[in-house]
C-alpha cells in the first residue's frame, strides 16, 4: 500500500497485541547487543497486557531467551526465531528443530564463508542463522547468494531477508504462523489483531491480520500489506501509551456506570 497510510486509531476494546521489537518497540542499533526498550515503554506494554486479559505477545526474529532479557522485569508469552520458537501465555514452549547434523553442517560452512567477508557477522538460533551485513553493506550480494545456494540444496530450509540481514530458518516457519498459533487460544481467542511491525518480516503478520479483520500497522516507510502507519519506533512508544491510557480510562468509565447501576438498584 502507499506510503500515505493514516496513522492508526486509538482502539480499546476485546484486543489482543502482537508486537514485533527490533525497528518497531526499540530503535534498531549497529549491534542487536546494543538494543533496549525504555523502562517507561515496557511499562505500557504490561499495562496493556493487564488490561486485556493477558493478551499481548512479541513475535520477533530474535530467540525468546533476547526478548524475554530485553522484556525484564515483565514476561509476556513469546514467539521467537520468527516463530520457530513460540511460548504461550501458560509457559507452555513450543519448538520447530532441525536434524542436529544439519546444523552442524551449516554452522561449519557459514562460519567459513562469513570469515572471508569483513564486517559480516553469523548469529547462530538454534534452529536457525541470521547472516549479519549491517556493518558491510558491500557484501549484500554475496550474503545474499550464499544462502540462496544453501536453501535451494535443502528442502528443510527457507530464506527470510530482512533490513542488513539474511536468515537462513526452517521451512514453513513465519510471524504469519505464530501468530494464527497465538489466536488460536485463549486469551487471544476470539479478540480483534493488531500487529505492528516494521521488517519484511512482519509482512507475513500483515496478511493474517487483515484477513481476520484486524489493525495491521507498520513502522517506517517502505510498500507493505499494512493498513496503518507510524512514522518511527518514537511513534509506537506514544501510540502504546495513548492506547493504555485510552483503555484505562473505558475501563474506568465501565467501572462507574456499574456502580451508578448497582446504587440505583440499590435505591
Same mark, same amino acid.
Given at each position: ?13 476485546? #484486543?489482543?497485541?502482537?508486537?514485533? !521489537?527490533?525497528?518497531? #518497540? ?15 515503554? !515496557?511499562?505500557?506494554?504490561? %499495562? ?7 493478551? !499481548? ?9 533476547? #526478548? ?37 553442517? /551449516? ?22 542463522? *541470521?547472516?549479519?551485513?549491517? %556493518? ?20 528443510? /530450509? *527457507?530464506? %527470510? ?19 494464527? *498459533? ?38 517506517? /516507510? ?5 493498513? +496503518? ?7 509506537? +512508544?506514544? +501510540? ?6 485510552? %483503555? ?20
Amino acid at each position: 500500500m502507499a506510503d500515505t497510510l493514516a496513522v492508526p486509531p486509538v482502539l480499546s476494546e476485546n #484486543l489482543a497485541f502482537f508486537f514485533d !521489537l527490533d525497528g518497531t #518497540l526499540a530503535e534498531i542499533k549497529p549491534h542487536p547487543d546494543q538494543v533496549a526498550v525504555p523502562a517507561d515503554v !515496557l511499562r505500557a506494554l504490561h %499495562q496493556l497486557s493487564e488490561m486485556n486479559q493477558g493478551a !499481548l505477545a512479541l513475535i520477533s526474529g530474535r530467540s525468546m531467551a533476547e #526478548l524475554d532479557a530485553l522484556a525484564r522485569p515483565y514476561r509476556f508469552p513469546l514467539a521467537g526465531v520468527h516463530g520457530a520458537e513460540r511460548r504461550d501465555i501458560h509457559g507452555n514452549t513450543h519448538i520447530v528443530t532441525l536434524p542436529e547434523a544439519l546444523i552442524k553442517s /551449516l554452522h561449519a560452512r557459514l562460519s567459513t564463508a562469513l570469515s572471508m567477508l569483513p564486517g559480516t557477522e553469523l548469529e547462530p538460533k538454534g534452529m536457525a542463522f *541470521a547472516l549479519h551485513y549491517r %556493518q558491510a553493506p558491500e557484501h549484500e550480494q554475496a550474503i545474499i547468494s550464499l544462502a540462496q545456494s544453501i536453501v535451494e540444496a535443502s528442502d528443510r /530450509l *527457507a530464506l %527470510q531477508p530482512g533490513k542488513c540481514v539474511v536468515e537462513i530458518k526452517p521451512r514453513g516457519i513465519n510471524k504469519g504462523e505464530a501468530l494464527v *498459533a497465538f489466536m488460536a487460544e485463549a486469551p487471544f481467542k476470539g479478540r480483534t489483531p493488531v500487529f505492528v511491525g516494521d521488517d519484511l518480516t512482519d509482512e507475513y503478520g500483515f496478511n493474517v491480520v487483515n484477513e481476520a479483520g484486524g489493525v495491521s500497522i507498520k513502522v517506517g /516507510l517502505g510498500e507493505t500489506a499494512a493498513k +496503518w502507519r507510524l512514522a518511527s519506533v518514537a511513534s509506537v +512508544w506514544q +501510540w502504546i501509551t495513548e492506547v493504555a491510557n485510552q %483503555q484505562q480510562q473505558q475501563i474506568a468509565n465501565n467501572n462507574r456506570r456499574n456502580h451508578y447501576g448497582s446504587l440505583s438498584r440499590s435505591i
